[in-house]
């Protein structure tokens, strides 16, 4: 992700005075600890949970007889800048009381677990190895993945989900957002451990883009790297916002795509499931109701059928996680939950006519 896969910065302020520690403030409570200034924490990738997952995940390149292996720093969330090969890992993985606060903020936190922050470490890597040798601006690069200059769509992206031109590695198909995440998607399937992507991608166009690679790192894995820099844009010890200010800005810029954003509109449909909240269930009844609903809604609006199942999901989810009962009839719930994914339908589909005309 070249800047990040929400391709904005949340934080460019940066300031010349050293970074100062607060006392114990991983023992703050979270209205407190939400006052801090970031650049205040301290934090470090060495001595935290990370500097293990960094080791390990050098290992794994080392095992491809990978020579380069990109510096890792804390930033304000996954990225590698823009041709330069460095990874910054969100600041919050640095420490468990800040997974924490991003769970309660986000509901979820990006690469907590080992296994998803070392499967998105390979797919940062594969930016860093793109711009470390420049190899977006060989022909064969060109031929496969498309023009790097290509411009980013801003959160959104038409994807093709069945499609056999693409690797899937991340969610969302998000190596078909951009030529340069196409390349990093598919650096990171072939450095996966243990994956027989040769036979998992038999008869797919992609695979054509998997040994490109595999030729490509016996050139020049095993020699040293044309671009080299030390440069930390977007540095967690620089950033003077608060965790307050962070969030609300990643919040307000993600939208759609942040999982507590339809929770209003839900919360206007069903009823929270505390002290006598009624007793049956919302999502039993969504999961009753889903084809049909589908089949209605996708007959009236522009997007696939798959783009408006993949709305459901995300809802469905929610209900499940707010522990949502029925608090109007079944037809007045489905005539408002109707409503509700008709009116989010047409918001997407007029962020993506902007986006075309940029």
Known sequence: MTVGRSGKRLESAASDHPPKKAAAWEHLPDEELLKVRIRELGLSVTASSLETRVEKFHRELASKGLEFKPAFYLADEWLCPDRVPIIGLPFYLAHP????L????????????ESWCLRLMRHEAGHAFNYAYRLFARKG???LFGAFDTPYFNVTYPAKPYSKRFVVHLENHYAQSHPDEDFAETFAVWLTPGLDWKSRYQGWAAREKLEFIDRLMLEVGATPPRVKSVSTPWSAERMTSTLENYYRRKRRYLGAEFPGYYDSGLLRIFAAGDVGAPPEKALPFLRRHRKPLIDGIAGFVPQRKYDV??????LMLRTRNLDLRLKHSPEKSLMQ??????????????????????
Do not use: N, P, Y
């Open 97 to 100: 009381r800040l997974v924490s």
């Open 102 to 113: 991003e769970k309660k903020m986000m509901l979820e936190a990006e690469g907590d677990t």
């Open 141 to 143: 690069w060109k031929e």
């Open 309 to 314: 199942d993949r709305l459901f999901e995300k």
């Open 337 to 358: 939950l109707t409503a509700l994914m008709t009116s989010v339908l047409a918001s997407m589909k007029r962020i993506k006519e902007r986006h075309a005309e940029k």
